[in-house]
C-alpha cells in the first residue's frame, strides 16, 4: 500500500464516520481548519484596513468585497463558518450527511484553496517581499 494513501482512501467515509475516534478527530480537525482560515481571513483585512467584522460570517462577505477571494469563494466560507460554528456551539447537532458530503466530495480541499488564494493575492505577494530584511 501506497505510504501517501490517506485513511479516508483507507477506510471509505462510511468507516471514517463510524469510528467514534476518527470522527472526532475529523470534526476537531475541520474545526481548527476553519478558524485559521478565519484568522488568516481577519489579517489580511487588518492589514489592509478594512472594516472590522462584527461577526465571522462577515469575515469572507469584507474580503470579496476588496478583491481579495472571489464571491463563489465567499459563499463558500461563509458555508464553512457555519459548520464551524455548528462544532463549536453545538456539538450534537453536527450533521452527519454534511460530515459524509464533505468527505466523500472532498470539501475540505476548499479550505486549502482559499488559503492559497490568500496567500497569491498580489498585495499578499508585496506585502511579504516588503516584510523582508533584505528590502
Known sequence: MNAKVGKRDRYGVNELISDYVLLNAILHMLQVA??????MGSHIMVEKGLKAPST????PIYLSQAGVISGDDSKVFRRMIGFRNVLVH???????????EILAEALYRDLLRIALSFMITPWVIASMRNSLPWH
Open 56 to 59: 465571522y460570517s462577515e469575515v
Open 90 to 100: 453545538n456539538y450534537s447537532q453536527v450533521s452527519i450527511d454534511a460530515l459524509r
Open 34 to 39: 476553519i478558524q485559521a482560515l478565519i484568522d
